[in-house]
């Protein structure tokens, strides 16, 4: 075995680890609210452990400090929100409504992405159907709605600054991707055909 096999596979053991771990924490979560986002998230997470294992190896990757240190800002943001005090900006069922179109979405996309998964930017072969039609980062879109949807629930001051710095990594965090995935002449082609990086009309 290779130092980068190796390095692969211990990579795949910690971060499946880790998200079965958080999987088993929403699944206790699921069981005792029966809050419908509460499955689509764990479908979520629990792709992630699924993909993380049978994902294709990286033909390119950033390994950069600035990529590692994006990829862990974009993840770790979201647990570090909470449910605060301050007034909702719109009832429950439209903010529960959102948060569940925008773990749909991801859903989707990761489903889309299949072996082609990956956190940290590499290319691990091209994806162009499904949500991958709309946008060029669908998986991101979809949280980007879900952190709309949870901030409008909780507006409070510390989720508006936990929200803006884990987003701001995560947008870097898809340019970045773009960039390594650039030199493929696949992606060139597909850049020409679908022009939005996370939101159709808007950016």
Request: aromatic share 8%; proline share 3%; with cysteine.
């Amino acid at each position: 075995m290779t130092r980068d096999m190796l390095k692969d596979l211990l990579a795949r053991a910690a971060i499946g680890a880790l998200f079965t771990l958080l999987c088993v924490n929403l699944f206790g979560d699921f069981m005792r609210t029966g809050r419908f986002t509460g499955l689509l998230l764990l479908a979520s997470e629990s792709l992630v452990v699924v993909l993380t294992i049978v994902r294709r190896r990286a033909r390119a990757v950033d390994r950069s400090v600035l990529a590692a240190a994006l990829t862990t800002l974009s993840l770790a943001g979201p647990f570090l929100l909470t449910a605060g005090d301050a007034t909702p900006l719109a009832s429950d069922l439209a903010t529960a409504a959102l948060s569940g179109i925008g773990l749909a979405l991801v859903v989707a996309a990761k489903i889309a992405l299949g072996r082609s998964f990956g956190l940290a930017p590499a290319n691990r072969g091209v994806v162009v159907s499904g949500p991958y039609t709309l946008v060029r980062h669908p998986i991101y879109t979809g949280y980007l709605v879900t952190h709309v949807g949870f901030l409008m629930a909780h507006p409070t001051v510390w989720n508006v600054a936990i929200i803006l710095i884990a987003d701001s990594g995560l947008i870097l965090r898809a340019l970045m991707e773009e960039r390594v995935l650039s030199g493929d002449a696949l992606y060139q082609q597909y850049c020409r055909r679908v022009g939005w990086h996370l939101v159709p009309g808007v950016f």
